[in-house]
């Protein structure tokens, strides 16, 4: 708390006119933030920009400071150091004008007894200062984007998972905020459901709106954002789009293979077992995934030719796809390598 | 034409003038179980009564017993069951994160528990409304006293009003057992309120002595007004405290009228020349505020200070900060001040008053009993908030009295000093004064007194160098 307010006057004067020009700049920067809980650090120096319209996707395991790094953006939380800022707003100092301009989606929120969706979503549209005419058509916006129309009369707390995050976009729009913040959105929803809402997502920041959103599904995550953060023990370890990621992680990789035998699939384990440069994966259902730490074509020949004079009865030997998942957890190896060696 | 659609227009819209949370609320509540359940149970008892009441051959008597059963039942919902409505009101919308999204759009903390507080009390008046048709049917049976019953009926929504908001209050509590402690002190409280009202002992028969142009009736009227408000404003501020951002100031309202009306409790004693009704609303008004600021001020959390400093931007404290910022640092030195006005008003009002050794030992222990548990955190380098602050005070209450209980057992004996020394406040092992020798009473005393200012010279201390610190980071930036 005492850390944050290190800002002088003439700083803030400063804040309040570039927020006035929101295009100039980011719509979300982040300087060296730093958060803690007693004596744990949940947010360690993060640094990272947005720029206006874009889509960010926020990766990490859980208790990695997503959620922590999030709330603070969204004035829910303070900063223990740092600087953050939305749309060139403070949001130590000016936590009322950056509530303005931001929405946010927890991952989880509880429903009120005995309202009905339409009367929770008047809740909101009120209090966020929506009178009148204009709140009614606002609603009538909101509900017909979210699908939530046929729903409209249900009482909020007898939703499902699914509609229930839709009723939680539908709010988090009402005052239709610039900068779109996401917690987890897409957690816990049947598979249909995510589809719906990463379409949603997706017509929102073709209408100009920055998100920043979180989730464990990278593949998901890398359909629909422009680019990717990585936070791990709270740092950032990667920020980029998900091309670039793979590329770059993919010459210096080791590859995974699948093997197939046509029988005693066992035999491919304790095969494995006696050859260096190849580690067992895991067994599937005629045969096993193995990864060859070598990543020169050459070596994946000898690899099979070394099956074959061993006489393993191979059927099937291909390459895997490197997916998003595999680049994580490479960079996250990266990490972890660089650190033991220092 | 054009007029009556905007007339309509402005109706439609007239909730839009209204708090949205007071709207919500009200939506909920209307539907709830226990709303619906109590209308409807108060509907069918009421009818019951009436009907009894006018089958009986005295039909005199029998409208007096159904006025007082009328009254009782309105006294039971409003000063016992619809002050515990309020038990979970912030509990669950806090568990919920309710409170998180709420506070992203316009609304204050202040304003949201307003509304839930209106809210209830709406409710309450609701329920008064629909027994209005009784009470007039009674009023046809004759024999009613209309103004002193309506005043009754007034005065037990005033006390609704300062019970429903300690239940608010209590609902924002982070720990359930001390929840559930101050919820059974309140239901006791609000219990007796119904049986006093019920019997007809509170207000109605010491009102009634007076009659309606009295002085005394008015001045007994606008004391109970004045404590219940009072205590209505502590309580909900203690409600939006709980999840108030730290950067709104909270503190210097709660101390201003505490000071206020302890100045004014102090006028009313020394004016009060032998009027006992002014003298009893004078230490009611005394001892009231001086309790509230001791246990409100010396709770309020030690970053509140940088907080204001870095709000209003300013490196250098007025003399008025050190009484009305927040923060524990600020609020001990105005609960100093609130000590020193309530100890001229006692000294000028009561002749004889510390003028012996006990005198001194009572003073004492109401001087250095709110600063203990403070103590007791500072030294154990805990955090500084309310819920801690109850839990050791607990804790050292009872200590306190298992202690003293000991003394009680050994009085005289030689080492009983031993069970003394560890007490936490150590005048409440004082009182022997039969069994002691005077020196030895007298030694006791200044001990007593002796203690009681080094806790207050510790705190005054910790306070003074917290404050410097904080000062000297503001002057920094």
Redesign the interface.
């Known amino acids: 708390m005492e850390e944050v307010m290190e800002d002088s006057a003439a700083e803030l004067t400063q804040e309040k006119s570039a927020a006035t020009q929101p295009e100039k700049g980011y719509a979300i920067s982040v300087k060296g933030l730093h958060r803690s809980f007693m004596n744990v650090k949940a947010v360690n120096g993060v640094s990272f920009d947005v720029p206006h319209g874009a889509v960010c996707g926020f990766v990490g395991a859980n208790g990695a400071g997503k959620t922590t790094t999030m709330r603070i953006l969204s004035t829910l939380d303070y900063p223990s150091g740092g600087k953050v800022e939305v749309c060139g707003l403070n949001v130590v100092y000016f936590p009322h004008e950056v509530r303005k301009i931001i929405g946010w989606m927890p991952d989880h929120f509880g429903k009120y007894q005995h309202l009905t969706c339409e009367e929770y979503l008047d809740f909101f549209a009120r209090a966020v200062g929506l009178k009148g005419e204009e709140r009614k058509e606002r609603m009538e916006d909101v509900i017909d984007f979210v699908g939530l129309a046929p729903l409209r009369d249900r009482l909020s707390n007898k939703l499902s998972k699914g509609q229930t995050q839709r009723l939680g976009l539908a709010r988090a729009l009402l005052h239709d905020p610039q900068v779109l913040i996401m917690d987890e959105p897409a957690a816990g929803l049947d598979p249909k459901a995510r589809v719906e809402l990463k379409h949603l997502i997706r017509v929102l920041a073709e209408e100009g709106k920055t998100i920043l959103v979180s989730s464990h599904i990278l593949s998901e995550l890398a359909e629909m954002c422009d680019s990717l953060l990585f936070i791990n023990e709270g740092r950032i370890v990667y920020h980029g789009d998900a091309e670039s990621l793979i590329e770059q992680n993919e010459a210096s990789a080791s590859v995974v293979y699948n093997v197939e035998l046509a029988e005693n699939y066992e035999r491919l384990a304790e095969w494995v077992s006696l050859n260096p440069g190849i580690e067992y994966v895991e067994t599937t259902k005629k045969g096993g995934r193995i990864r060859i730490l070598n990543n020169d074509p050459k070596e994946r020949v000898a690899v099979l030719a070394a099956m074959v004079r061993d006489g393993l009865p191979v059927v099937e030997y291909h390459k895997e796809e490197r997916k998003l998942e595999d680049a994580f957890i490479d960079v996250l190896g990266n990490i972890n390598t660089s650190t033991e060696e220092v | 034409m054009s007029t009556s659609v905007n007339k309509h ?1 402005k109706m439609e ?1 007239f ?2 003038w209204v708090n ?2 007071l ?2 609320e009200l ?2 509540g209307l ?2 179980n226990a709303f619906l359940g109590m209308f409807l149970l108060s509907q069918v008892v009421l009818c019951f009564i009436l009907l009894i009441a006018v089958g009986n051959d005295n039909v005199m008597r029998a409208a007096d017993t159904a006025g007082k059963v009328i009254f009782g039942l309105f006294a039971f919902l409003a000063l016992v069951l619809q002050p515990l409505r309020g038990i979970s009101t912030l509990s ?2 806090l ?4 409170m ?8 204050t903390a202040w304003r949201t528990v307003w509304s839930k507080w209106c809210a209830i009390m709406l409710q309450s008046l609701l329920l008064l409304t629909a027994i209005l048709p009784f009470i007039t049917l009674r009023y046809f049976f004759g024999g009613a006293d209309l103004f002193m019953e309506v005043m009754m009926y007034v005065l037990v929504v005033i006390c609704s009003g300062a019970l429903t908001a300690g239940m608010v209050a209590n609902s924002a509590l982070k720990l359930p057992v001390l929840r559930v402690i101050i919820t059974l002190g309140i239901l006791i409280v609000g219990f007796q309120f119904f049986v006093m009202a019920s019997g007809g002992r509170i207000f109605s028969s010491r009102l009634a002595t007076f009659g309606i142009t009295s002085v005394e009736f008015w001045s007994m009227v606008v004391g109970i007004l004045v404590v219940t408000a009072f205590l209505t404003f502590v309580f909900l501020t203690v409600a939006v405290r709980s999840f108030a ?2 950067a709104e100031n909270h503190s210097s309202g709660i101390r201003l009228v505490s000071l206020i009306l302890l100045l004014a409790g102090g006028t009313a004693l020394w004016t009060s020349f032998g009027d006992y009704i002014k003298e009893e609303l004078g230490f009611v008004l005394y001892l009231l505020p001086l309790i509230i600021i001791a246990f409100y001020s010396l709770t309020e959390k030690s ?1 509140e200070v ?2 204001y400093l ?1 709000v209003k ?1 300013r490196k250098k404290l007025r003399l008025i900060d050190w009484v009305l910022a927040p923060g524990w640092q600020f609020g001990f030195w105005a609960y100093s001040l609130a000590l020193l006005i309530f100890f001229i008003g006692i000294l000028g009002h009561a002749d004889n008053f510390l003028r012996d050794d006990e005198d001194l030992v009572i003073f004492s222990f109401l001087f250095a009993a709110p600063l203990v548990p403070l103590v007791a955190l500072l030294l154990l380098k805990k955090r500084i908030q309310f819920t801690g602050y109850a839990i050791v005070g607990i804790i050292l209450f009872i200590i306190t009295l298992v202690l003293a209980i000991l003394v009680d057992e050994f009085k005289g004996r030689n080492y009983s000093f031993l069970a003394w020394v560890f007490l936490p406040i150590p005048p409440t092992a004082l009182g022997p004064g039969d069994k002691l020798p005077h020196s030895q009473e007298e030694l006791f005393a200044f001990c007593a007194v002796g203690v009681s200012l080094l806790y207050w010279v510790g705190i005054a201390v910790a306070s003074i160098r917290s404050i410097k610190k ?1 000062v000297l ?2 002057a920094d ?1």
Request: proline letters at 5%; zero cysteines; hydrophobic letters at 35%.
């Open positions: 227009r819209n909730a839009d949205p949370m709207v919500k939506r909920q539907r709830s669950n919308e568990k919920d994160g309710h998180e999204l709420v506070s992203l759009t316009r609304l951002p730290l970053a940088a907080a870095a931007q904080q980071q503001q930036v």
